[in-house]
Antibody, heavy 119, light 110 residues
């Protein structure tokens, strides 16, 4: 079945970097847009970034623009999120999510990986 | 990005119907039909329940329905069941490829 598994979370100091990965299986990865969504402790969902099925376009929430970069390797069925200049407010569970097509709706989600930014 | 306003909490008894609102402005909810709703149980990943205002993905019960009027989108759950108790988030795609979620509503089944 369709499955997403995130890797790469951890504890990092403010100003540090992390690279999250999301391994996809059970569907034709290259046919679907992909997204990252985060959820701060006790908080709501926040959309972070999206990329089209072919990686031709990238979109970001204003608070991470210039610091985060979403990318994908369709040959390896993997989505990435490079996070630089991390701040305390980036602390969250980061979910990888598959689009229903090449749109804006997320129908398959991973279990999430936790990022903690703390000194 | 836009801000979508949801009530912090709603409640209902089994068998009843409840509606969760998601209010934006004429520039976002009022201008776009790219509204979605997600259900999230504690400790779990979200689940897509409604997209394009009123469409249900395969596998979602027809007890869940979506609508929109003016600047407010709504999720209605009929025949409330214990397993419906969860957090619900509205989502909206706006121009430029960006998206925003509402603050979330905690549904309690009494």
């Amino acid at each position: 079945q369709e499955q997403l598994v995130e890797f790469g979370g951890g504890v990092v100091q403010p100003g540090g970097s992390l690279r999250l990965s999301c391994a996809a299986s059970g569907f034709t990865f290259s046919s679907f847009a992909m997204h990252w969504v985060r959820q701060a402790p006790g908080g709501g969902l926040e959309w972070v970034a999206s990329t089209r099925h072919d990686g031709s376009n990238e979109y970001y929430v204003k608070s991470v623009k210039g610091r985060f970069a979403i990318s994908r390797d369709n040959s390896k069925n993997t989505l990435f999120l490079q996070m630089n200049s991390l701040r305390a407010e980036d602390t969250a569970i980061y979910y990888c999510a598959k689009d229903i097509a090449d749109s804006y709706y997320m129908d398959v989600w991973g279990r999430g990986t936790t990022v903690t930014v703390s000194s | 990005q836009s801000a979508l306003t949801q009530p912090a909490s709603v409640s209902g008894s089994p068998g009843q119907s409840i509606t969760i609102s998601c209010t934006g402005t004429s520039s976002d909810v009022g201008s776009y039909n790219f509204v979605s709703w997600y259900q999230q149980h504690p400790g779990k990943a979200p689940r897509l329940m409604i997209y394009d205002v009123s469409y249900r993905p395969s596998g979602v019960s027809n007890r869940f329905s979506g609508s929109k009027s003016g600047n407010t989108a709504s999720l209605t759950i009929s025949g409330l069941q214990a397993e419906d108790e969860a957090d619900y988030y509205c989502g909206l795609y706006t121009s430029g490829g960006t998206q925003v979620f509402g603050g979330g509503t905690k549904l309690t089944v009494l």
